[in-house]
């Protein structure tokens, strides 16, 4: 099992920014995929960023060049950076893990933040 914990939300104007992080715990060594993912209210939740494995990450296009995922030297944490923020990034944010090397119906998925932007 493991167990993902997530903070950094809160409220911030558009063009301002907000880090996130998603603490691991649990068999995180078996953990082959980690990301963001998020929800806006009345919408389905969306893949935002993702870090696989040696390092290599793919973005959704609306936070190309604004948002950055990364992961600390022992993979136990995941962070999302979060800059130029606009309104249409308010979402509650859910940070995802799987042993796969792309998410699956058996992802590992934490309580969520919320990230409010204010126009």
């Known amino acids: 099992q493991v167990q993902l914990v997530e903070s950094g939300g809160g409220l911030v104007q558009a063009g301002g920014s907000l880090r996130l992080s998603c603490a691991a715990s649990?068999?995180?060594?078996?953990?082959?995929?980690l990301g963001w993912y998020r929800q806006a209210l009345g919408k389905n939740r969306e893949l935002v960023a993702m870090?696989?494995?040696?390092?290599?990450?793919s973005y959704t296009d609306s936070v190309k060049g604004r948002f950055t995922i990364s992961r600390d030297y022992a993979r136990k944490s995941v962070f999302l950076q979060m800059n130029s923020l606009k309104p249409e990034d308010t979402a509650v944010y859910y940070c995802?893990?799987?042993?796969?090397?792309?998410?699956?119906?058996?992802?590992?998925w934490g309580q969520g933040t919320q990230v409010t932007v204010s126009s």
């Open positions: 870090i696989i494995g040696g390092g290599l990450t």
């Open positions: 995802a893990a799987d042993r796969r090397p792309i998410f699956s119906t058996n992802a590992y």
């Open positions: 649990g068999s995180i060594s078996t953990i082959n995929v």
